[in-house]
Nanobody, 123 residues
Framework: QGQLVESGGGLVQAGDSLRLSCAAS????????MGWFRQAPGKERELVAA????????YYTDSVRGLITISGDNAKNAVYLQMNSLKPEDTAVYYC????????????????WGQGTQVTVSS
């Protein structure tokens, strides 16, 4: 059974940068999309960014466009999230997820989920 393992979260100050990493291990289905979701206390889990392969496609939610870059390695089933100019409102648990659906933005399409990594941005 495949699983996703995230790393890179932590406590940073406003304006700092952070890079999250995620890799799949074990037996997985063919992954077409990997994404990063985040969930702040008392809020819904939201898709922040996603990357698809064959063909290439990336998605960013409007609030992070220009501040966050998603990249990945399809051969390794790995995805990365570079976050710059972090703000306190970026504080959340960040989840890596994988989907067999190309260019999916629907949470329900993501079959594999990581445990989550906490990102805290202090003001």
């Amino acid at each position: 059974q495949g699983q996703l393992v995230e790393s890179g979260g932590g406590l940073v100050q406003a304006g700092d940068s952070l890079r999250l990493s995620c890799a799949a291990s074990g037996r997985t289905f063919r992954i077409y999309t990997m994404g990063w979701f985040r969930q702040a206390p008392g809020k819904e889990r939201e898709l922040v960014a996603a990357i698809s392969w064959s063909p290439s496609y990336t998605y960013y939610t409007d609030s992070v466009r220009g501040l966050i870059t998603i990249s990945g390695d399809n051969a390794k089933n790995a995805v990365y999230l570079q976050m710059n100019s972090l703000k306190p409102e970026d504080t959340a648990v960040y989840y890596c997820a994988a989907s067999s659906v190309w260019a999916s933005r629907n949470r329900q399409d993501y079959e594999y989920w990581g445990q989550g990594t906490q990102v805290t941005v202090s003001s």
